[in-house]
């Protein structure tokens, strides 16, 4: 953007900064900023000036004046040392697909001067592989499918580079039906576990939902049983509040929570919570959502006819979570308990009375 005549900011009590002005490149005639009292940041004025290599390079036709603000635009030299490099990068959200990774970025500060560039790299361990882009989203392509990478990404601007943001969670490329269950696999890792997946492990985990030999509650029993979780000593308390977000992804409300609770202590083990978690309703909407099995047996809405055969199961099977042996037992997955509404109910105990009277009726006869 180009500024035909004189460009003058004066007198100006309010305005803090020249931020608006970033995207001026030239001015014909006189530029003049002058006697502002609140103005301490001029770093838009930065590349009109000539930065990054000096006032010779100034894109302005006559005089330059810049005196009376506040420290930080009083002159050429304060503004130029007031310009830096961008802070780190965040990365807001990221998506994937066939062989390819979108990385969406923000940074808090641009360090005085337009952003020229995002630079994206993403690993899987050994490979890297690098994309550009001048504006946010960046794209990263020519990935492997079914592989899991981190990315992180740097901004650069005429200064210099930033430090290269945090790495991202690990992101898998692919099927979007294997990355939602990627997904949900990673959910229990960082909920029940607390850290990020081992790759043999979430590799493990998403073969087995994805090939539907294992089920949602096959999962989640893999997670809570495991060593490493039993091994935190958390108490019944901490436990249900780990369940509730693993398998419901939501906190506990007070009276069911209260309910387990009393449950546990006339005797219910975890394991038969567990099966109770597992066939609720809302375990099953949360694992279909993300297109996996809730337990053996379950019937697929679409089709009522159809059912998901349980798995054939070996007495004891190894876990994909490293060092965690489970005990799995034929047909122990777990099912919806099938209640009786009190009406039904109460219909059920008088036809049970009946037919005892009746019954006893007949042999006095």
């Known amino acids: 953007t180009s500024v035909g005549g004189d460009l003058y900011i004066i007198d100006n009590d309010r305005l803090t900064n020249l931020d608006g002005l970033a995207n001026i490149t030239s001015a014909v005639d006189y530029l003049s900023i002058y006697s502002n009292d609140a103005l301490t940041n001029c770093q838009g004025l930065a590349r009109l000036l000539g930065w990054p290599p000096g006032p010779s390079n100034d894109a302005v036709g006559r005089d330059i004046l810049i005196e009376r603000n506040r420290t930080g635009c009083n002159s050429i030299d304060e503004i130029f040392a007031s310009v ?22 923000a940074v808090s500060e641009n360090g005085g001067g337009p952003i020229d560039r995002y630079d994206a790299s993403c690993t899987d361990g050994t490979n890297t592989y690098t994309g550009t882009s001048a ?15 981190t990315c992180t990404v740097t901004a650069t601007n005429s200064v210099g580079t930033s430090p290269a943001s945090a790495p991202t969670d690990p992101i898998i490329c692919g099927d ?12 229990f890792y960082t909920v029940v576990l607390g850290r990020l997946p ?3 492990g979430l590799d493990g985990w998403v073969a087995g939902l994805t090939g539907r030999t294992l089920t949602g509650s096959d999962l989640a029993r893999g997670f809570f049983l495991s060593p490493e ?10 436990f249900l509040d780990d369940a ?4 419901f992804d939501r906190a506990a409300d007070a009276g ?17 919570v567990l099966d109770g978690f597992s066939g609720s309703q809302e375990f099953i909407a949360l694992a279909t959502s993300f297109g996996i099995t809730p337990f053996a047996g379950y019937c697929v809405p679409s089709s009522w006819n159809t059912c998901v055969e349980a798995p054939s199961r070996l007495a004891t099977q190894e876990s994909t979570v490293p060092n965690t042996k489970m005990e799995l037992r ?16 109460g219909i059920l105990t008088i036809l049970l009375s009946l037919f005892g009277l009746l019954g006893f009726r007949s042999k006095t006869l």
């Open 84 to 105: 830096s490099e961008p802070t780190k990068p965040s990365i807001t959200s990221t998506t994937s697909g066939l062989g390819r990774i979108t990385l969406r970025v």
């Open 256 to 272: 069911g929570k209260q309910g387990w609770l009393d449950a546990l202590a006339q005797g219910m083990t975890r394991t038969e």
């Open 135 to 149: 504006t946010s989203p960046i794209t990263i392509s020519g990935l492997t499918n079914d592989v899991t990478y």
């Open 176 to 187: 979007e039906a294997v990355l939602k269950i990627n997904n949900f696999v990673v959910r």
């Open 198 to 200: 081992d790759q043999v």
């Open 330 to 345: 034929e047909g122990a997955e777990a099912k919806p308990i099938p209640t009786l509404s009190v009406l039904n109910l």
């Open 244 to 247: 509730y977000l693993a398998y």
């Open 229 to 238: 979780y039993t091994g935190k000593n958390k108490s019944d308390t901490a």
